[in-house]
């Protein structure tokens, strides 16, 4: 998969656009790149670089005289492509980066056997795929608020992860997605749910940050219940929930 793929699913993801509007996107980069590096405007492609660069040159490319027309006559859409992927690209950066500079610790690790740290980086690649399945399985929103920007949302453990087994860590049923408020409360103890999704709320918050975090008992959250789920609820309730 392209990093132009990359860019329209994340279209897909954090728009509302059309697939024919994100087809239009991902195609202006492609042409805004090319055109620009036959003008010596840049010199290299726009969808190698990394963010400062891209940075560097998008400010070269929107003084240039050929853009700014190509633009206008465009009603701003090259403009607002080069905005969009500098969104893109600095999540996408941000991402890789974080995930490389983990799976070189691991990898230079002098602790670890062979067998740890291959186990260790396929556990890495199921937490990828714990929090995709979150976030489809919720919609792409915090169970509790509603927030729907992904980037913002935290894959988070009913059971807590360093205490589950393997299948455990990777149980879509284990988990929650999560503002980072919510999480911190959540993964605290702080507010648990009942089997019917109903908010419980810690005495240890107090009702003035009840208050300012614009929570109540009286919320009910779909947490898209199962079996599994209720059973880690239960034990979040029993074991971690402070009363």
Same mark, same amino acid.
Request: proline fraction near 1%; hydrophobic fraction near 35%; charge should be negative.
């Given at each position: 998969?392209?990093?132009?793929?990359?860019?329209?699913?994340?279209?897909?993801?954090?728009?509302?656009?059309?697939?024919?509007?994100?087809?239009?996107?991902?195609?202006?980069?492609?042409?805004?790149?090319?055109?620009?590096?036959?003008?010596?405007?840049?010199?290299?492609?726009?969808?190698?670089?990394?963010?400062?660069?891209?940075?560097?040159?998008?400010?070269?490319?929107?003084?240039?005289?050929?853009?700014?027309?190509?633009?206008?006559?465009?009603?701003?859409?090259?403009?607002?492509?080069?905005?969009?992927?500098?969104?893109?690209?600095?999540?996408?950066?941000?991402?890789?980066?974080?995930?490389?500079?983990?799976?070189?610790?691991?990898?230079?690790?002098?602790?670890?056997?062979?067998?740890?740290?291959?186990?260790?980086?396929?556990?890495?690649?199921?937490?990828?795929?714990?929090?995709?399945?979150?976030?489809?399985?919720?919609?792409?929103?915090?169970?509790?608020?509603?927030?729907?920007?992904?980037?913002?949302?935290?894959?988070?453990?009913?059971?807590?992860?360093?205490?589950?087994?393997?299948?455990?860590?990777?149980? #879509?049923?284990?988990?929650? &997605?999560?503002?980072? $408020?919510?999480? /911190? *409360?959540?993964?605290?103890?702080? !507010?648990?749910? +009942?089997?019917?999704?109903?908010? #419980?709320?810690?005495?240890? &918050?107090?009702?003035? $940050?009840?208050? /300012? *975090?614009?929570?109540?008992?009286? !919320?009910?959250? +779909?947490?898209?219940?199962?079996?599994?789920?209720?059973?880690?609820?239960?034990?979040?309730?029993?074991?971690?929930?402070?009363?």
């Amino acid at each position: 998969m392209t990093i132009l793929d990359e860019f329209s699913n994340w279209m897909r993801v954090n728009t509302s656009l059309a697939e024919s509007s994100i087809y239009k996107y991902q195609r202006a980069i492609n042409t805004i790149s090319n055109e620009m590096l036959e003008c010596g405007i840049i010199y290299k492609s726009l969808i190698e670089m990394d963010c400062v660069e891209y940075d560097i040159a998008v400010l070269n490319i929107v003084n240039n005289e050929y853009f700014i027309h190509k633009n206008l006559v465009g009603n701003n859409m090259y403009s607002s492509s080069l905005k969009k992927f500098r969104y893109f690209l600095r999540e996408y950066t941000e991402e890789n980066i974080k995930e490389r500079e983990i799976e070189e610790l691991i990898l230079n690790s002098n602790k670890l056997t062979v067998t740890e740290k291959q186990i260790l980086i396929k556990s890495r690649i199921g937490q990828g795929k714990y929090r995709d399945g979150l976030i489809q399985k919720y919609d792409g929103k915090c169970v509790v608020t509603g927030i729907d920007r992904t980037r913002l949302l935290i894959a988070s453990h009913i059971k807590p992860w360093v205490i589950c087994d393997n299948e455990e860590r990777i149980d #879509i049923e284990n988990g929650l &997605l999560l503002c980072p $408020n919510m999480d /911190r *409360l959540f993964d605290y103890g702080l !507010i648990t749910f +009942d089997d019917r999704g109903k908010m #419980i709320i810690s005495n240890f &918050l107090g009702e003035q $940050n009840v208050s /300012r *975090l614009h929570i109540s008992k009286e !919320i009910i959250v +779909d947490l898209k219940p199962s079996e599994r789920l209720l059973k880690y609820m239960e034990y979040h309730r029993d074991a971690l929930f402070i009363n």
